[in-house]
C-alpha cells in the first residue's frame, strides 16, 4: 500500500512545477479534435450533428474527440481555465494517473491472460466478465480502456458546448455531463468498477479473484488524488464552488460503499452462486487461514465485538461498516448507535436466514444512505477531522480489526485526513510530513495480507495517531 502514499507525493510534486498560463481557443477545439491520437480514430462531433443526431442524444463518442491540441490534448498543462494536457496525464501509464488508460491493454498482459485462460474463457467471455471494468461501458473502443466519458459521462449531449461562451458546470451538467463534484455522485462512479456494478461485466466474483485477478481495495479520496488531473486552483474554486474536502470525499465514499456492498448482496443472483454464497461479499481470510489442530495448536480467528456471528462462519466484509460507524460517531453522534445496532443485527441474521438478512440488509442500507446525505452536506472541521482520527483508533473501534481488509480502510483513512487537514491549510505541511514515518510503519503493517496480526496492528495505528495527537 505504501506506492500510494509515494505516488501521491510525486503527483503533488509534479503540480506545483507545471506553469499555468496561456489562453485555450475556444473556436478552434472541436476542429483540431484527434490529432494527438490520430485522426482516423476520430468521431467528430461536428460529423454527428451533421447527420441530424437526435438532440440530447447522449452518444459516447471516445477519447479522440476530447483530444484536440487546443482542447484536452496539450503536451503542457498550460490551459487558461482547465489543464488540457489530461489526455497526457491519462495516457502516462507508468503512473496511477494514466491506469485507466491501460485497462484493456493490462487484460491481453501475462497476468490478465492467466486469468482468462485459467477461467477458461473465450473473447464473449471477456466482454460478459471483464469489459464493463476494464474498458467504457457504451464505446465502440474498448482498447481505449476506461476513457474520459466513463467517468465524466457520455459527451453527445454536451461536447459541443461545454467550451463556448455561456458554459458552466451547471448548465454542462444539465446536459448530460456527470456531475463528479458531488461526491456522492463521484463516489457511485468509481464504485461500478472499484467495488462492482450492476451493468454487464462489472462484477468481481470470487471466481475472478480465485483465477489470480487482485483483490479490490479502495478509498474514495485517496484513489480521487492518485488519478487527479485537474488542478484545484483560483478558477477552479470559482467554477465549482469550493477546493474538495477530503474528509467529506473520504465519509461520502465509505457510506456510499456500504450501501453499494448491500445493494448488491440483496440481489439473489448476486449473493449466490450455486449453492455457494458469493464469498465476495465476506472476509477473505476468514476461509483463507491455515488450520492448526494439532495438540498444541492454537485457533488464529479474533472475536469481533462488531460482527455477533460464530467463530467457523465466514463474516461478511465490514470494512467500510468500521470507518463509517468511526466517522459517524463524531459527526453524527445521534445516528451512530442505531447504525451500529443494525450492523450487528445485519451480521446476525446471516446465521438465522436469507429473508432475515435482506431486512436487516436494507435497514442497513437506509441507515448508511442517511449518514451519506449527512456527510455530504458537513464541512469537516480540524477538530472532527482529529477527533475522527482518535476514534478510528479508539479501543471501540480499534478491536474490529480482525481482518486485513478493515485494517487496511483505517490506514488509507488515517493517511487520507491528515492530507485532507494540510490540504484544508489546517495543519502544515512540515508538520504533517514529520509524521511520515508513524503513518508508514502502519502502512507497514498492512504489508503482508498473509501474515496480518490484530494487534501488532492496533500497536502501530495506534501510535500513528498518538503522534498526530501532538499537532492537535
Ligand atoms: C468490478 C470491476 C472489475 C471486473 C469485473 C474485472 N476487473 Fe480487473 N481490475 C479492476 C480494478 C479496479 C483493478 C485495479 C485494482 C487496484 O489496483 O486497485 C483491476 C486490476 C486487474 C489486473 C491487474 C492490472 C495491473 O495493472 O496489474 C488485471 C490483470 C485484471 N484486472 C484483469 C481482469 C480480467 C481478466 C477480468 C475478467 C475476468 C477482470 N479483470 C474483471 C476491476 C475489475
Ligand atoms: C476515472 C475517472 C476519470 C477519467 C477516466 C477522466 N476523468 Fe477527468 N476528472 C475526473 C474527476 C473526478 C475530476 C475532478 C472533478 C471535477 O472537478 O469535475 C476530473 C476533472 C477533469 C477536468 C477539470 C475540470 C475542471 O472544471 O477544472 C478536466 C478538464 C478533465 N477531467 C478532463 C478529462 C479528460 C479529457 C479525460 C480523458 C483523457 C478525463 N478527464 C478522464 C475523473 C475522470
Ligand atoms: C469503467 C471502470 C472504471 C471506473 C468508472 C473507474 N475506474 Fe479506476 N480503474 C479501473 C481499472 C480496470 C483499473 C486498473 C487498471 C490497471 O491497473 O491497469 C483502475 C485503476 C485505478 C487507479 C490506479 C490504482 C493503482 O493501484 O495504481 C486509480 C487511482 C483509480 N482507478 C481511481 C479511480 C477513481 C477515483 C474513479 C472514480 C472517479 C475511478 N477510478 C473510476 C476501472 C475504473
Ligand atoms: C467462504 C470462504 C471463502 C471466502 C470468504 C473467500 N474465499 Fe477464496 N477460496 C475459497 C475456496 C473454497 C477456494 C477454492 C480452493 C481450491 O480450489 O482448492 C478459494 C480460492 C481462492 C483463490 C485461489 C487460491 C489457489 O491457491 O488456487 C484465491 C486467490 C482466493 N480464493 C482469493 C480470495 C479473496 C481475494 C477473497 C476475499 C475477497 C476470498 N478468496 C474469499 C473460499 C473462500
Redesign the pocket.
Given at each position: 500500500m505504501q506506492r500510494y502514499y509515494m505516488a501521491i507525493r510525486r503527483l503533488a510534486a509534479l503540480c506545483r512545477a507545471v506553469p499555468r498560463s496561456g489562453v485555450m481557443a475556444f473556436a478552434a477545439c472541436v476542429a483540431m479534435a484527434g490529432v494527438a491520437l490520430g485522426a482516423s480514430s476520430l468521431v467528430s462531433p461536428a460529423a454527428v450533428q451533421a447527420q441530424g443526431a437526435p438532440m440530447g442524444m447522449r452518444g459516447h463518442l471516445g477519447v479522440a474527440s476530447c483530444a484536440g491540441s487546443t482542447c484536452h490534448g496539450r503536451s503542457v498543462a498550460d490551459g487558461a481555465v482547465v489543464r488540457q494536457d489530461e489526455v497526457l496525464r491519462w495516457q502516462e501509464d507508468s503512473s496511477p494517473t494514466g491506469a485507466h488508460s491501460r485497462a484493456w491493454r493490462v487484460i491481453q498482459e501475462p497476468r490478465g491472460q492467466a486469468i482468462v485462460r485459467r477461467m477458461g474463457l473465450d473473447a464473449a467471455g471477456v466482454q460478459r466478465e471483464c469489459a464493463g471494468c476494464h474498458a467504457s461501458p457504451g464505446s465502440s473502443r474498448p482498447s481505449d480502456g476506461v476513457d474520459c466519458e466513463a467517468c465524466h459521462g457520455a459527451s453527445g449531449g454536451w461536447l459541443s458546448t461545454h467550451y463556448t461562451v455561456g458554459a458552466s458546470h451547471t448548465r454542462n451538467v444539465a446536459q448530460g455531463m456527470t456531475d463528479l463534484v458531488r461526491p456522492q455522485v463521484k463516489a457511485q462512479v468509481c464504485l461500478d468498477c472499484h467495488f462492482s456494478g450492476d451493468a454487464r461485466g462489472q462484477f468481481?466474483a470470487?471466481r475472478i479473484?480465485?483465477?489470480?485477478?487482485?483483490?479490490?481495495s479502495f478509498e474514495l479520496d485517496l484513489f480521487s488524488t492518485l488519478q487527479q488531473h485537474h488542478d484545484e486552483d483560483a478558477d477552479y474554486v470559482q467554477r465549482k464552488g469550493g477546493k474538495t474536502s477530503a474528509m467529506r470525499m473520504w465519509a461520502v465514499g465509505q457510506a456510499e460503499a456500504v450501501k453499494r456492498s448491500l445493494e448488491l448482496y440483496s440481489q439473489p443472483a448476486r449473493a449466490m452462486d450455486g449453492i455457494?454464497?458469493e464469498?465476495?461479499?465476506?472476509?477473505?481470510?476468514?476461509?483463507?487461514r491455515r488450520i492448526y489442530d494439532s495438540e498444541d495448536g492454537n485457533v488464529t480467528a479474533v472475536r469481533n465485538p462488531g460482527r455477533p456471528v460464530d467463530l467457523g462462519t465466514?463474516p461478511y466484509?465490514d470494512e467500510n461498516m468500521i470507518m463509517l460507524l468511526a466517522a459517524a460517531r463524531v459527526v453524527a453522534p445521534d445516528a451512530a448507535a442505531q447504525f451500529d445496532a443494525r450492523a450487528k443485527a445485519f451480521h446476525k441474521a446471516m446465521l438465522a436466514n436469507r429473508a432475515e438478512t435482506v431486512a436487516a440488509a436494507q435497514a442497513l442500507r437506509q441507515s448508511a444512505d442517511a449518514l451519506s446525505d449527512r456527510f455530504a452536506s458537513t464541512s469537516f472541521t480540524r477538530e472532527q477531522t482529529f477527533a475522527i482520527m482518535e476514534s478510528i483508533a479508539s479501543d471501540a473501534i480499534g478491536e474490529r480489526y480482525t481482518d486485513y481488509?478493515g485494517a487496511v480502510q483505517s490506514v488509507m483513512a488515517v493517511d487520507t485526513l491528515l492530507g485532507g487537514m494540510v490540504n484544508q491549510g489546517m495543519v502544515s505541511s512540515g508538520a504533517a510530513n514529520g509524521l511520515r514515518v508513524q503513518i508508514n510503519q502502519a502502512y507497514a503493517a498492512v504489508r503482508d495480507p498473509n501474515g496480518f496480526q490484530p494487534l501488532a496492528f492496533r500497536r502501530a495505528l495506534g501510535s500513528a495517531v498518538r503522534s498526530i495527537r501532538s499537532l492537535r
Open positions: 468481481i470470487h479473484m480465485a483465477a489470480g485477478h487482485p483483490r479490490i455457494f454464497p464469498f465476495t461479499f465476506y472476509d477473505c481470510h476468514s476461509c483463507h465466514p466484509n481488509e
